[in-house]
């Protein structure tokens, strides 16, 4: 089994700064190579990825939009992930969802239609 669960959403002011965290717990998903990353989702728009990280070689990738002021980071010995965000715009109010794909390579890893394992999405309200 994957179970992923995301905490650290809530109200924010712009300029601020939020840290998102998620717990991955696997079972019979050791030692293999994966890709983790952090998506967000408005109403009606597609779920768009914000920033991933490889485990294996730890190559990360960010959105444009986000670049210079999010930062993605894992702990292993927690099994989790991490989204610090920081500057943040009203533009980046969205639900937020931690995502695992089990697989050794990814041609756009910022695609959320290659991930299979989803948590249940934290929400971040940024006001002007």
């Known amino acids: 089994y994957v179970q992923l669960a995301e905490s650290g959403g809530g109200p924010v002011q712009a300029g601020g700064s939020l840290t998102l965290s998620c717990v991955i717990s696997t079972s019979g998903y050791t030692n293999i190579h994966a890709f983790m990353g952090w998506f967000r989702q408005i109403p009606g728009k597609e779920r768009d990825g914000v920033a991933v990280?490889?485990?294996?070689?730890?190559?990360?990738w960010y959105a444009a939009s986000v670049k210079g002021r999010f930062d993605i980071s894992r702990d292993n010995a927690k099994n989790s992930l991490y989204l610090q965000m920081h500057s943040l715009k009203p533009e980046d109010t969205a639900t937020y969802y931690c995502a695992a794909a089990f697989v050794p390579w990814l041609s756009d890893p910022l695609r959320s239609r290659d991930y299979k394992y989803w948590g249940q999405g934290t929400q971040v309200t940024v006001s002007s």
């Open positions: 990280v490889a485990t294996g070689g730890g190559a990360i």
